[in-house]
C-alpha cells in the first residue's frame, strides 16, 4: 500500500512539473511574440519619423534660405518707377519643390505726360534642385523668344533674358543656381528709369 502511494505521489510530482513546463514555455513564447511585435512597431515608428524628418529638412532648407520680401522692397520700386508708389499685393507659397514669394508696387497717382499708372511685378522662385530651376527659366524663355524685343543677357546670373516693346513694358528674368526671378514694369510712363530696372535687377541677382 505504501509502495502504491509513494509511485502515485511520483507520478503526481512529474505531471505537475510537466504542467508547470508547459506554462512557463507558453508564458517565455508569449513574452518573446510581444517583444517582437514592439519591436516592428517601434520600427514602423521610426521610419515615420525618419520620413518625417527627410520631408522637414527640405521644407526648412527653403525657409531657412534667402526671403524673396527681403530682395526687392518699395524704396527698389520708386526708384524704378520715378515716383511714390505703395504695395499693392504680396504673397508667398511654399512645397517639398519650391519656395515662391511674389509682390507688386503701383504708382501713387496717374503720369500726367503719359496718362499711365505705372506698376511693377516681382517673382521670387528658389527651387530645390538646379534642373527645376533651369527647367523653368527654359519653358518661359522658350514661350517667348519669338517675340521681338528680347535680349539674351550674360553679365547677369548664370542665365538671363530682357524683353520690352519700349512702349509699354520691361521684363528681366534671371536664374542664378537653383533661384529664379524675373521683374515686370507694367506701363511705361514718363518717369520709369530703365537703367533703375537693369541695376535693380543686377543687384538683386548678385545677392542670390
Given at each position: ?94 512645397n517639398a519643390d519650391v519656395s515662391i514669394y511674389s509682390c507688386s508696387f503701383m504708382a501713387d497717382s496717374t503720369d500726367q505726360k503719359s496718362g499711365k499708372k505705372g506698376a511693377i511685378y516681382f517673382l521670387f522662385e528658389q527651387y530645390n534642385q538646379v534642373v527645376s530651376a533651369k ?74
Amino acid at each position: 500500500m505504501t509502495e502504491r502511494r509513494t509511485t502515485q505521489k511520483i507520478l503526481k510530482n512529474t505531471t505537475m512539473r510537466k504542467i508547470f513546463c508547459l506554462i512557463i514555455g507558453t508564458l517565455t513564447q508569449l513574452g518573446c511574440d510581444q517583444l517582437t511585435t514592439s519591436g516592428n512597431n517601434n520600427d514602423h515608428q521610426n521610419y515615420g519619423q525618419k520620413a518625417d524628418t527627410v520631408t522637414n529638412v527640405k521644407v526648412n532648407q527653403l525657409q531657412s534660405s534667402i526671403h524673396g520680401n527681403n530682395l526687392f522692397k518699395l524704396s527698389q520700386a520708386e526708384k524704378i518707377l520715378g515716383e511714390p508708389a505703395y504695395l499693392k499685393d504680396s504673397a508667398s507659397s511654399i512645397n517639398a519643390d519650391v519656395s515662391i514669394y511674389s509682390c507688386s508696387f503701383m504708382a501713387d497717382s496717374t503720369d500726367q505726360k503719359s496718362g499711365k499708372k505705372g506698376a511693377i511685378y516681382f517673382l521670387f522662385e528658389q527651387y530645390n534642385q538646379v534642373v527645376s530651376a533651369k527647367k523653368k527659366y527654359s519653358f518661359i524663355k522658350t514661350a517667348n523668344e519669338n517675340h521681338e524685343g528680347i535680349k539674351v543677357l550674360h553679365d547677369i546670373g548664370d542665365e538671363a533674358y530682357f524683353h520690352s516693346d519700349n512702349q509699354n513694358f520691361y521684363f528681366i528674368m534671371v536664374r542664378k543656381g537653383a533661384k529664379v526671378f524675373n521683374m515686370k514694369v507694367n506701363k511705361i510712363t514718363s518717369k520709369t528709369s530703365l537703367d533703375e530696372f537693369s541695376s535693380i535687377a543686377k543687384n538683386i541677382a548678385d545677392a542670390l
